[in-house]
């Protein structure tokens, strides 16, 4: 059966064929729908893991088992989940265990730019990359054969343009695995990584890649040789063989679908019958470094192709034209003038309980250690209110370290700020650090009860599966008391007078304290439930009143927009504009209504 499906929908459907009983994930964007998805087939186990590392250890658990399992993350996850990946390749597996591994180049919702190739070298596991949908479907059930046929972990790279690309599939049905169930403990010598099992299996592991590269050579489908024009031969990879592919149909490609370890004689074979080697690559140089250690001249690639942020066909063919056919690109180029379009900064959605908070923390010129998140957007003027953020759970260890170096005269006003899906993915153990060290920093939980930015997944604290079944939930003030907190509050983010007087209560103390927001679910979650939790629908600025002082414009609600019309109040005041209020996106939170001095911002009759 044909269907249209997204790259991550065809990934999971993949698995699905390849008969996984098991799937996890923490959500983060491109790679969040894969398990969503997954979930969708009563066959199968999924869950919202705690982090990235929990996830590939449930897996590898499953594994052991004698059933099949996939794991999902972004780039940075990989991150996460190296530790026990990097012994896993020791061990081994039992029932296939896939690795999806989803990259973000231009970094359209991360944090960095990182080329997940380079695990699978550091690592010495073998690395799949699909080009299209039917290749994710295809390669996903490949890699859990050869995951059990090699005794390994397999990756599956994907990037933002496979993973949310929808294009033709054609399905399968099912196929059980036949392994048998149950764990041995006959295989603790394979299992168990200390050092006198360890040495015989790194020695097992160069075994399996001489296998694994004469698998590249002779059996696996996505390396797919393409002889047209010898004049230039093209090796490439993923989307960017598609690009190129585009541009330049009747030229020679070589298109490796395995991109670890490499087919290298069919490679060496390739460049030998063209006259000139062109790699095309996303990112890092990673296909050419390996193919010019090789020997193998490389006329052209990252000296003509960026290694900075995602390539386009415009792009490509703006690099390549010239090298490739001898003619400078002519295609037009679609452009918009500077002033065609209005800025649009990415912005925190209208009532979000993020806003106040950081109003607040700026109105009293705390120095905020961020995290990872919705907001992250707080960075942006005129909140301007985050001024470090790293990774998952940095920002309680970056305050509780500054507090070191500064001493708690000098650290003054210095708080951690991390949102709850982060806080128990990676926060609790540098809380635990800074108090049982004797720290006295400030961590702020925002507890909006879902991992919101990735797209509203359910985590330990929504009392909520991934099915949606009800489950225990946790509560953030007896983790802080459990770890040694002393000082835990909560408040309610909308009442600024409220949140300013406990953030300057907090501040102040000579020992680690923990302030959780209450009554702030995301705002879009609200939006599906009865609006019990803000009494008015919408506020309205009484234009004949409003001064025009923008002070309600610094809490960045789009909601908010400005009118520069000058004129006078009712008083005589003279203004240069005035404030207004969208009823369609105001969703009555009143907090610019308490940052308007002069009460020109009242509720809106309904």
Same mark, same amino acid.
């Given at each position: 059966?044909?269907?249209?499906?997204?790259?991550?929908?065809?990934?999971?459907? *993949?698995?699905?064929?390849?008969? &996984?009983? %098991?799937?996890?994930?923490? /959500? +983060?964007?491109? $790679? !969040?729908?894969?398990?969503?998805?997954?979930?969708?087939?009563?066959?199968?186990?999924?869950?919202?893991?705690?982090?990235?590392?929990?996830?590939?250890?449930?897996?590898?658990?499953?594994?052991?088992?004698?059933?099949?399992?996939?794991?999902?993350?972004?780039?940075?996850?990989?991150?996460?989940?190296?530790?026990?990946?990097?012994?896993?390749?020791?061990? *081994?597996?039992?029932?296939?265990? &896939?690795? %999806?591994?989803?990259?973000? /180049? +231009?970094?359209? $919702? !991360?944090?960095?730019?990182?080329?997940?190739?380079?695990?699978?070298?550091?690592?010495?596991?073998?690395?799949?990359?699909?080009?299209?949908?039917?290749?994710?479907?295809?390669?996903?059930?490949?890699?859990?054969?050869?995951?059990?046929?090699?005794?390994?972990?397999?990756?599956?790279?994907?990037?933002?343009?496979?993973?949310?690309?929808?294009?033709?599939?054609?399905?399968?049905?099912?196929?059980?695995?036949?392994?048998?169930?149950?764990?041995?403990?006959?295989?603790?010598?394979?299992?168990?990584?200390?050092?006198?099992?360890?040495?015989?299996?790194?020695?097992?592991?160069?075994?399996?890649?001489?296998?694994?590269?004469?698998?590249?050579?002779?059996?696996?489908?996505?390396?797919?040789?393409?002889?047209?024009?010898?004049?230039?031969?093209?090796?490439?990879?993923?989307?960017?063989?598609?690009?190129?592919?585009?541009?330049?149909?009747?030229?020679?490609?070589?298109?490796?679908?395995?991109?670890?370890?490499?087919?290298?004689?069919?490679?060496?074979?390739?460049?030998?019958?063209?006259?000139?080697?062109?790699?095309?690559?996303?990112?890092?140089?990673?296909?050419?470094?390996?193919?010019?250690?090789?020997?193998?001249?490389?006329?052209?690639?990252?000296?003509?192709?960026?290694?900075?942020?995602?390539?386009?066909?415009?792009?490509?063919?703006?690099?390549?034209?010239?090298?490739?056919?001898?003619?400078?690109?002519?295609?037009?180029?679609?452009?918009?003038?500077?002033?065609?379009?209005?800025?649009?900064?990415?912005?925190?959605?209208?009532?979000?309980?993020?806003?106040?908070?950081?109003?607040?923390?700026?109105?009293?010129?705390?120095?905020?250690?961020?995290?990872?998140?919705?907001?992250?957007?707080?960075?942006?003027?005129?909140?301007?209110?985050?001024?470090?953020?790293?990774?998952?759970?940095?920002?309680?260890?970056?305050?509780?370290?500054?507090?070191?170096?500064?001493?708690?005269?000098?650290?003054?006003?210095?708080?951690?700020?991390?949102?709850?899906?982060?806080?128990?993915?990676?926060?609790?153990?540098?809380?635990?650090?800074?108090?049982?060290?004797?720290?006295?920093?400030?961590?702020?939980?925002?507890?909006?009860?879902?991992?919101?930015?990735?797209?509203?997944?359910?985590?330990?604290?929504?009392?909520?599966?991934?099915?949606?079944?009800?489950?225990?939930?946790?509560?953030?003030?007896?983790?802080?008391?459990?770890?040694?907190?002393?000082?835990?509050?909560?408040?309610?983010?909308?009442?600024?007078?409220?949140?300013?007087?406990?953030?300057?209560?907090?501040?102040?103390?000579?020992?680690?304290?923990?302030?959780?927001?209450?009554?702030?679910?995301?705002?879009?979650?609200?939006?599906?439930?009865?609006?019990?939790?803000?009494?008015?629908?919408?506020?309205?600025?009484?234009?004949?009143?409003?001064?025009?002082?923008?002070?309600?414009?610094?809490?960045?609600?789009?909601?908010?927009?400005?009118?520069?019309?000058?004129?006078?109040?009712?008083?005589?005041?003279?203004?240069?504009?005035?404030?207004?209020?969208?009823?369609?996106?105001?969703?009555?939170?009143?907090?610019?209504?308490?940052?308007?001095?002069?009460?020109?911002?009242?509720?809106?009759?309904?």
């Amino acid at each position: 059966m044909k269907k249209i499906l997204q790259g991550n929908e065809a990934i999971a459907r *993949g698995a699905w064929e390849a008969g &996984v009983t %098991v799937g996890c994930a923490y /959500p +983060g964007t491109p $790679s !969040s729908e894969i398990m969503s998805e997954l979930a969708r087939y009563p066959e199968i186990y999924t869950e919202w893991s705690t982090n990235e590392k929990v996830s590939l250890e449930v897996a590898f658990g499953a594994s052991l088992a004698g059933g099949r399992a996939l794991v999902a993350m972004k780039h940075v996850g990989l991150n996460v989940a190296a530790d026990p990946l990097m012994t896993m390749a020791y061990t *081994g597996v039992k029932g296939g265990l &896939v690795v %999806v591994v989803a990259d973000d /180049p +231009g970094q359209h $919702s !991360s944090q960095n730019e990182q080329d997940s190739r380079h695990w699978t070298r550091f690592g010495k596991l073998p690395m799949l990359e699909p080009a299209d949908s039917q290749e994710c479907r295809d390669f996903t059930r490949v890699a859990f054969d050869m995951s059990e046929r090699f005794d390994t972990p397999v990756l599956i790279r994907s990037e933002t343009r496979v993973s949310h690309s929808d294009s033709p599939v054609e399905t399968g049905e099912r196929i059980e695995s036949t392994l048998p169930k149950g764990l041995s403990r006959a295989d603790a010598p394979k299992q168990v990584m200390v050092p006198a099992y360890a040495r015989l299996r790194r020695v097992e592991i160069d075994r399996r890649l001489e296998k694994l590269e004469a698998y590249a050579e002779e059996e696996f489908p996505g390396n797919v040789t393409e002889f047209g024009d010898l004049s230039v031969g093209i090796i490439a990879s993923g989307v960017s063989y598609l690009y190129a592919k585009e541009l330049f149909p009747g030229y020679s490609f070589l298109k490796l679908g395995m991109v670890w370890p490499l087919p290298r004689k069919r490679i060496a074979d390739f460049c030998r019958k063209v006259k000139k080697v062109i790699v095309v690559e996303e990112l890092d140089p990673f296909l050419e470094t390996e193919i010019r250690a090789m020997g193998i001249k490389v006329r052209h690639g990252k000296d003509l192709i960026p290694s900075i942020g995602e390539l386009t066909p415009a792009i490509l063919e703006g690099a390549l034209a010239k090298a490739v056919t001898g003619k400078k690109s002519r295609a037009p180029r679609p452009r918009a003038l500077a002033g065609d379009l209005p800025g649009r900064p990415p912005n925190l959605c209208a009532g979000c309980s993020h806003r106040p908070l950081f109003y607040a923390l700026k109105k009293l010129g705390v120095f905020v250690f961020g995290d990872i998140g919705c907001y992250t957007l707080s960075v942006a003027p005129p909140l301007a209110a985050m001024h470090v953020s790293t990774c998952m759970g940095a920002s309680v260890g970056g305050a509780y370290g500054a507090g070191k170096v500064l001493g708690r005269e000098g650290l003054g006003k210095v708080c951690a700020v991390l949102g709850d899906s982060t806080f128990l993915h990676g926060g609790i153990a540098p809380l635990m650090d800074a108090v049982y060290n004797r720290g006295y920093s400030t961590t702020i939980i925002l507890d909006n009860r879902i991992t919101a930015m990735t797209g509203q997944q359910d985590h330990p604290g929504t009392g909520r599966t991934i099915r949606g079944e009800e489950a225990p939930m946790v509560d953030y003030a007896e983790i802080a008391r459990a770890v040694g907190v002393r000082h835990v509050r909560h408040v309610d983010p909308y009442n600024i007078g409220e949140t300013l007087a406990v953030l300057g209560e907090e501040l102040e103390r000579d020992d680690a304290s923990v302030i959780i927001t209450r009554n702030s679910p995301c705002i879009l979650l609200r939006r599906a439930r009865p609006r019990e939790r803000f009494p008015h629908p919408h506020y309205r600025v009484q234009q004949e009143s409003c001064r025009g002082c923008r002070a309600c414009l610094n809490v960045a609600c789009p909601a908010i927009s400005w009118r520069p019309e000058p004129g006078t109040t009712a008083e005589g005041v003279k203004r240069k504009g005035t404030a207004d209020i969208n009823f369609e996106q105001c969703v009555g939170c009143g907090v610019c209504g308490q940052v308007c001095a002069f009460e020109s911002i009242v509720p809106k009759e309904s």
